[in-house]
């Protein structure tokens, strides 16, 4: 309006214009966009286009509040800038873009819904295009988009019966009437509510008409006369300037195929036509024609004939053939000269390329009369075209006879099996590269069939066709996997899997070979197959293998386990092999999905035998040849090694913490087993015993009964429970009592010496120290607090002081002094003692104590010699307190014990002159030759 009014358009006009157009144009390419609710706005500003852009009828139906709107009969053909005509086409292309998005077979019924209703709107406020919108209407119920639901087919029903009352209740419906009201009888209204929905005749009166002859709108709701009265009616329309209404006034395509179509629906034809049909019919009426068809009332009128013949036309024109098709080829082709100056003479013509190409429709028994209406309108403008006629045809009665019947089996030859292997190969190979032709067609069942019934040439061809392509062509993959395992079950009892088998495994072997599969085809396939054989086992099993596809497989065996109870423990038993594969992250990945499974009571007992019978395997002398591969559990020549060990233990380990109770099987199994599994046992039960916790019931009862022969397992379940943690007083009793009152091992305590009472360690003292350098190590660092580990120490009964103490009390009729010197000096290393012995007022009273003791040195001055070397500014204090060792106790008899105290005098020096000195001669010469600077001042 704002431009309308303007007579000079300046720059920023002609900008804001540009942009307008601009966005006009985006806003029509978003009905291409990938969202609905983008598609339906678009939709709905087509609509405000298409009516902007044509001129507004006097019977337009415009809404008060539109009233006001610019429309293009407002603006003046002689606008500067504004151009009439431009706009009038531009508004013609948005309605054809909106025909055409409409007539999509994949539109949703969102979009479906709105479209509609933006045609209706179109039709009542500009009438010149109800001949459009009645046209979709037709084309539309004939064609539901295939992707329709049933519930949305019912709804888009619906709203076309509402939209086609609301149109025909418009006062310019009336040439439009016998389509409507058709339609509606076919949409299930009744006549009562069609007959309320009328326009008053007063209505119509009063919407001017410039029709040059009433005959026009008989013409169509009348049955047809002869065909030269109504090529007379149909010439002035030819060559008349469009009506005010706008209605096109060349006939359409579909109005030209069904005038075609019309004569030729004879009963007799049609009733061909119906038994052709029968056979492409499926066997089930399919839910949604059910649910929407409407018996056919007034079958066999005028009425309804001329309505199947527009149907007819619309399918036919939506494919691409008719007679109408060919027109508008031949018109498109001739030159623009002659169009001009006779558009009036224009001949449907039909052309043999037609006949070759099957793009006509060939009717029995109606060519005789046909052949002579043609002749006779020869000379007019426009005639209806003639059915063509099959050169293989017999001819009808009356006609010349035949001197030689026609046989077919005269003229052909038998072809070898070569020749027909060959030409099955090449129909199958015809039909693959024919994809998206036939796309809609079934193919896939035919195909599916087709291989089923040939061999292995044509099945490979067809897989290979497939695998190029997964995603786009898994249709047909399901289509032929189903069509044989069909062919299986119509053979039973005698039926043979073997050819569903070869499909299965074709199909997912290939998958395997891809590159990526991320998008989880190889799930699809294995999860929807009707069956899956031992051969497609073991490609699932190869495929969990495969490290780089671990998780995606054992996903799919985990869907199959749960989603096919009745053959799961067959899917299961294969993720349990996989438990104790080589590879350590198939593996892991294995163990992972049998932990989670194994929290399902309907697999827990089936997964606690399998670990069970693995753990059993260990009491062999020799491994089974289970463990490498066989069927049958028998042993072999191997012996144990680690891996196979192993093998036997992770998903019996990774059970163990999720159910304690295993943990006696073990241990009636490791008494049984072979020193090398036993190791081999103690190093990996570490982990799932802290995992069980040392307040576990079952471990506390293994402690309190500890199995004979396994003595060695339950020391290690104990210090894998105490090497960072304090013992629990629970099991520091247990081990008590298992020492006091059934097995005196002194090596049991050693776990729980935080645990126990001063003088129960002080008691066990002397035999701790008879025991091996490494393991009075380990009682040494669990007394003195020093453990490895991240975790708390707990508290020892002794402290350092307290130990050296208890240390030089060792009666030597318990243990002898050698053992004493070694396990006290070198079963302990230094810096262990300077950590953990610590200041010097904590050294004085072990030392003092020494000096003291009437007893004098019975271990050999334990104490004295681990502390000197330690804190050098004692020296002095120390070296009279070593004096009474030496004079009492011949030190020099005891190798360790005198090589000790010769260190003590190299650090104590020179303090320590005056101990060198009461050594005797001998042992004066031997300290000096061994160390000399003991001889300087």
């Keep these: 309006q704002w431009m309308v009014k303007s007579k000079v358009i300046s720059e920023l006009q002609e900008a804001c214009w540009e942009m307008m157009a601009a966005m006009a144009s985006d806003i029509i390419l978003l009905l291409d966009s990938d969202n609905d609710g983008i598609r339906t706005h678009a939709i709905k500003f087509v609509e405000g286009l298409i009516i902007t852009l044509s001129p507004r009828m006097a019977d337009s139906d415009v809404p008060k509040r539109h009233e006001n709107d610019i429309s293009l009969e407002r603006i003046p053909k002689d606008h500067p800038y504004i151009k009439y005509n431009v706009l009038w086409e531009e508004g013609k292309a948005a309605l054809e873009q909106l025909l055409k998005f409409m007539v999509h077979p994949a539109i949703s019924s969102i979009n479906l819904t709105a479209a509609l209703g933006s045609l209706a709107t179109i039709a009542r406020q500009r009438p010149m295009f109800m001949a459009e919108v009645i046209q979709a209407y037709e084309t539309l119920h004939a064609n539901l988009p295939p992707t329709l639901a049933k519930s949305q087919v019912s709804s888009v029903r619906k709203n076309l019966k509402l939209h086609l009352l609301s149109v025909l209740r418009h006062p310019s419906s009336g040439d439009f009437q016998p389509q409507i009201t058709t339609l509606l009888v076919d949409l299930g209204t009744q006549q009562a509510e069609i007959a309320r929905s009328m326009p008053s005749p007063r209505d119509t009166r009063k919407r001017p008409r410039d029709e040059p002859d009433p005959t026009l709108k008989k013409m169509k709701i009348e049955p047809p006369l002869g065909e030269d009265d109504e090529d007379k009616d149909l010439e002035p329309t030819m060559v008349t300037a469009p009506k005010a209404t706008g209605q096109a006034s060349v006939p359409s395509d579909t109005d030209i195929t069904a005038e075609f179509l019309q004569p030729l629906l004879t009963p007799e034809n049609v009733a061909n036509l119906v038994l052709i049909s029968m056979v492409y019919l499926p066997e089930a009426m399919p839910a949604s024609f059910q649910a929407t068809y409407t018996p056919v009332e007034s079958a066999g009128t005028e009425v309804q004939i001329k309505h199947l013949a527009r149907l007819m036309a619309t399918q036919m024109t939506a494919a691409g053939l008719g007679p109408g098709v060919e027109q508008t080829k031949h018109l498109k082709e001739e030159p623009k000269e002659e169009k001009a100056a006779k558009p009036e003479s224009v001949v449907i013509k039909r052309r043999l390329s037609a006949l070759a190409q099957g793009q006509a429709i060939s009717v029995l028994g109606a060519q005789g009369s046909a052949t002579n209406l043609l002749e006779e309108e020869a000379p007019q403008a426009k005639r209806r075209p003639e059915p063509i006629i099959p050169a293989t045809q017999p001819r009808l009665a009356g006609a010349s006879g035949r001197k030689k019947v026609f046989r077919l089996a005269d003229v052909l030859k038998p072809l070898s099996d070569a020749q027909m292997e060959k030409l099955k190969l090449s129909a199958v190979k015809r039909i693959l590269r024919a994809e998206r032709a036939v796309a809609c067609s079934g193919a896939a069942q035919i195909l599916a069939s087709l291989v089923t019934q040939f061999e292995v040439p044509l099945k490979s061809e067809v897989l290979a066709f497939i695998l190029d392509d997964v995603r786009g062509r898994l249709d047909l993959a399901f289509a032929w996997l189903f069509q044989e395992y069909n062919v299986y079950l119509s053979h039973l009892p005698a039926g043979s899997l073997e050819r569903y088998d070869q499909c299965l495994i074709g199909l997912l072997a290939g998958l395997q070979e891809k590159p990526d599969q991320k998008d989880g085809i190889f799930t699809k396939v294995v999860l929807e197959a009707p069956l899956i054989t031992e051969s497609a086992l073991d490609v699932i099993r190869k495929y969990c293998e495969d490290e780089s596809r671990t998780y995606l497989g054992m996903s799919t065996l985990r869907d199959l386990i749960f989603k096919r109870p009745s053959r799961q423990f067959q899917y299961l038993h294969v993720l349990l092999d996989l438990s104790s594969h080589e590879k350590d992250k198939v593996r892991q990945q294995a163990l992972l999905f049998i932990k989670r499974m194994y929290e399902k009571d309907q697999l827990r007992e089936y997964v606690e035998k399998f670990a069970l019978n693995y753990l059993q395997l260990l009491v062999h002398p020799n491994p089974p040849s289970v463990l490498f591969g066989a069927d049958k559990d028998t042993e072999v020549a191997a012996p144990w090694t680690e ?295």
């Excluded at 318990?814 to 070694?822: E, G, H, P, T, V």
């Excluded at 007022?841 to 000197?868: A, D, H, N, Q």
Aim: aromatic share 6%.
């Design 643 to 937: 891996e196979t060990i192993k093998q036997c233990l992770y998903l019996y380990l990774a059970l163990l913490p999720h159910n304690h109770k295993l943990i006696h099987e073990l241990a009636s199994v490791y008494t049984e087993a072979i020193a090398d599994i036993k190791r081999t046992v103690l190093r990996v039960i570490e982990q799932p015993i802290r995992g069980m916790g040392m307040n576990s019931p079952e471990l506390l009862l293994l402690v309190e009964n500890c199995p004979k022969g396994a003595e060695t397992l339950v020391t290690r379940c104990l210090h894998s429970l105490t090497d960072k943690v304090p013992p629990s007083p629970e099991l520091v009793k247990r081990v008590r009592d298992l020492y006091h009152k059934r097995l005196p091992d002194v090596r049991f305590l050693i776990p729980v010496l935080n645990g126990l009472e001063k003088k129960e360690v002080i008691q066990a003292l002397p035999k701790l120290i008879k025991l091996n350098p490494i393991v009075v190590k380990e009682v040494f660092n669990r007394l003195l607090g020093t453990q490895h580990g991240d975790g708390a120490s707990a508290v020892s009964p002794l402290n350092p002081g307290e130990l050296l103490i208890a240390l030089h009390n060792i009666d030597s009729s318990k243990c002898d002094m050698k053992s004493i010197i070694k396990g006290g000096g070198q079963g302990q290393p230094w810096d262990t003692w300077q950590s953990s012995l610590g200041t010097v007022p904590v050294l004085t009273v072990p030392i003092l104590w020494v000096t003291l003791c009437p007893s004098g040195c019975p271990s050999g001055c334990v104490p004295i010699r681990l502390s000197v070397p330690l804190l050098v500014p004692l020296s002095a204090f120390v070296s009279p307190c070593v004096s009474p060792c030496v004079s009492v106790h011949p030190v020099w008899k005891y190798p360790k014990v005198w090589e000790g105290f010769i260190k003590c005098c190299q650090r104590t020096k020179p303090q320590s002159f005056q101990v060198v000195l009461q050594l005797p001669p001998p042992q004066l010469a031997a300290i000096f030759d061994k160390c000399p600077e003991l001889r300087e001042p």
